[in-house]
């Protein structure tokens, strides 16, 4: 689409001052909305959690007490024996100590140990076995920012190359397409997911690989059936058969013109369908299957598959609701700055 | 045309994707000449393409096909669809009425600090990640009622006391209330005659429990939905947030029209305008737009059923029946057929959504008339 970038006059100066205007005015009709504004300073704290893990990994954090998986920092306490362990914080079960002192009896104290907890060194405490969960967040940022961009990127070229396509040359190639749209969205794309977590391909599910599988289903289903009606709309407008009466061959039509036309609605809605690529990533980690990594959903998981090994501990909330908040917040986050970018656009202009 | 292609993209999408295939869990038991007599008769062995054609015919002729363990696809279906039907057609209606309240009254307000809330909530909603929500709420329940009556009803399931047979019969109630509304509906506009909004709901609650009472079915089918209730709590959260954020927009955009300035000249009262100028036009663009959700609406219910078999939600001794369970047990016996079977059954309700929604379209748009008398 792209090949289409033959040498022009530069524009003349009033008209380049017009689109900086333009586009100065975008923005501030985008700055009026709250919404858009919260989701962009979401977006810039993940982006900072993002960058922040690397170089405090390698600086601060040992990564002995920090990694994110194998990171432990325990405290050694004293723990009651006890047949039956209601509270594995303080009590440990007899047949688990004996293992260690053949001796040991009901009622015994030994040493055991718990997760280190809240303190200054775990801003936001450990999970029960002392891994950080500051650490987890700010590791799990990265992966999860990957797959958003790469969702997207994938989600925009997909969709708007069905729609142009379908919309420019009409017949058959848009039965072709819009048939093929309309059969993947069929298809709840986050279930697919799941099921490649689960294939012998799972190990493409790099975060990168994630977020393309998920933008080709996305881009190809739900985000190419709305762009291919705007498509068809902004097709029967003048301006594109003003260009078509000059002279301009269908690449310069589609990429000069009708492109740039799609790309305010195609961002919001590429925006809201990428939130679902990462609730979905997050839960194929969550539910076990998928690849090895580390996600906000493998933190999750931990935190519900292997509650002590010694007995039950209390729900791990402060785990659950760190992990949940940051998917959560993140998708959000697309979904404000989409919002945003709805009411910068939406207000009629021209 | 399009069903086609969605098989076909099934069929070869289980088939290459899935890791061996389900005789490779007998691996350990059989000597190779066992396994490959029993690939040869359950006809694993054939060349993909000739077990494509074959599955395609039987679809052709309703048949899903046979579980690898020999049950019948279409029985599995028959057994599990209705409770996510359930559990997604109440959701659904819950979700949209309120959320469409919500969005018009939004829109109106827009600017202020209460509608900018309602936007940030509703987002925060739609993003939810849904296994925590159902965390919260099956330990904030467990916490409430300490499980008993849950309990009890979970062996009443596990007895056999809550059959599919009872769900498809609030099923078909549901469907047969709705096209009586929607018949009397359209006699009444005919006759230019309106009904308050409230009147429809209640007949739309009243209506199935008179039809189940009368089938004797009452006492099943109230425990049927007390028993589902955590989960269509879960989906109508879910679901509520996205039709708010959609009817605020759809309904600001209809604010903006000429003929809402109009009737503020004519000195219509606001309320009104907003309900029966702006709202009412605004019904069909978010028809449409939510069609194109649905699909993720249907993976989150997915989700939320798969949650509520996880070890630290079983503290309420629930197990939701439904597709997911299917679904995720055959995905791990490599059971294709049941898995293409159960993502088909999925790709069929949304289809048969979207002709809903579209005939919901052809209903509701004065301007679009099909075969009638008058134009």
């Known amino acids: ?350 | 045309m399009t069903l086609v292609i969605f098989a076909t993209i099934l069929f070869f999408m289980a088939d290459l994707l899935m890791p061996g295939d389900f005789v490779t869990r007998f691996t350990l038991q059989m000597n190779d000449a066992q396994l490959a007599e029993l690939r040869n008769f359950l006809g694993l062995d054939r060349p993909l393409l000739e077990r494509y054609v074959d599955y395609m015919a039987g679809l052709a002729t309703g048949d899903l096909g046979l579980s690898l363990w020999g049950v019948s696809v279409s029985s599995l279906l028959w057994a599990l669809l209705p409770w996510t039907l359930l559990v997604f057609i109440v959701a659904m209606g819950i979700a949209f009425p309120a959320g469409f309240w919500l969005g018009k009254r939004a829109a109106w307000r827009s600017g202020t600090t209460g509608s900018a809330g309602l936007t940030v909530g509703s987002v925060a909603l739609n993003t939810t990640f849904p296994p925590l929500l159902v965390f919260i709420l099956v330990i904030g329940v467990a916490r409430l009622t300490s499980g008993n009556g849950m309990n009890s009803l979970h062996r009443l399931f596990l007895e056999g006391g809550l059959t599919s047979q009872t769900v498809w019969w609030m099923l078909g109630t549901i469907a047969l209330v709705a096209v009586a509304v929607a018949a009397a509906g359209v006699v009444l506009s005919r006759m230019n005659k309106r009904l308050p909004m409230p009147v429809w709901a209640s007949v739309f609650v009243v209506g199935p429990v008179l039809v189940w009472a009368a089938l004797g079915v009452a006492g099943d089918a109230f425990d049927i939905l007390v028993y589902l209730s955590l989960p269509i709590i879960a989906v109508t959260l879910l679901a509520v947030g996205e039709v708010v954020l959609v009817t605020k927009a759809t309904t600001g955009a209809a604010a903006r029209e000429d003929f809402v300035q109009t009737a503020r000249a004519k000195g219509v009262a606001e309320p009104d305008i907003r309900d029966h100028h702006a709202a009412r036009y605004a019904v069909l663009p978010t028809l449409s737009k939510l069609a194109v959700s649905v699909p993720f609406v249907f993976a989150g219910l997915m989700i939320v059923e798969v949650s509520f078999g996880w070890p630290e939600a079983g503290t309420l001794g629930l197990t939701v029946p439904g597709l997911s369970s299917m679904l995720f047990n055959s995905l791990e016996q490599r059971d294709v057929p049941v898995v293409i079977g159960g993502l088909f059954a999925i790709g069929v309700i949304m289809l048969v959504l979207r002709l809903f929604l579209d005939v919901a379209h052809a209903v509701l748009d004065p301007r679009i008339r099909y075969g009638g008398t008058e134009a």
């Open chain 1, 1 to 350: 689409m792209t090949a289409v970038a033959e040498p022009e006059a530069a524009p003349a100066p009033t008209e380049r001052a017009a689109r900086t205007h333009q586009r100065y005015a975008v923005w501030a009709r985008y700055r009026q909305s709250r919404a858009g504004m919260l989701g962009l300073v979401l977006l810039l704290v993940f982006v900072l959690m993002a960058l922040a893990y690397p170089i405090l990994i390698r600086t601060v954090w040992s990564p002995n007490l920090y990694d994110p998986e194998f990171g432990l920092d325990l405290v050694i306490v004293d723990k009651v024996v006890v047949a039956e362990v209601a509270d594995s914080q303080r009590e440990v079960a007899l047949a688990a100590a004996v293992r260690f002192n053949r001796t040991v009896q009901i009622g015994d104290t030994v040493r055991g140990s718990v997760g280190a907890g809240f303190g200054a060194a775990h801003l936001l405490g450990t999970d029960h076995v002392g891994r950080d969960i500051l650490a987890m967040l700010l590791a799990g940022a990265g992966p999860a920012l990957a797959i958003a961009v790469s969702a997207a990127l994938t989600t925009a070229v997909v969709a708007l190359t069905f729609a142009t396509l379908g919309a420019y040359f009409r017949g058959p190639v848009d039965a072709v397409l819009s048939n093929t749209s309309n059969a993947l969205l069929l298809l709840p794309a986050p279930l697919v997911m799941i099921i490649v977590g689960t294939s012998r391909y799972r190990e493409v599910f790099s975060p990168v690989g994630f977020g393309v599988l998920y933008g080709l289903l996305v881009g190809g289903g739900a985000v190419a059936v709305v762009m291919r009606s705007e498509a068809f709309s902004t097709m029967s407008k003048g301006f594109i058969d003003t260009a078509r009466a000059s002279g301009a061959g269908s690449g310069r039509i589609i990429g000069r013109h009708l492109v740039p036309s799609l790309l305010p609605l195609a961002s919001v809605s590429i925006l809201v369908g990428i939130t679902g690529a990462i609730v979905a990533d997050a839960f194929v980690a969550f539910t076990g299957f998928g690849p090895n990594r580390f996600s906000w959903g493998t933190m999750l998981s931990w935190a519900i598959a292997f509650p002590d090994l010694n007995g039950p501990v209390p729900t791990p909330w402060n785990v659950l609701i760190a992990g949940g908040l940051a998917i959560s917040l993140l998708a959000a986050s697309f979904y404000l700055v989409a919002i945003g970018i709805q009411s910068a656009f939406d207000t009629p202009q021209r």
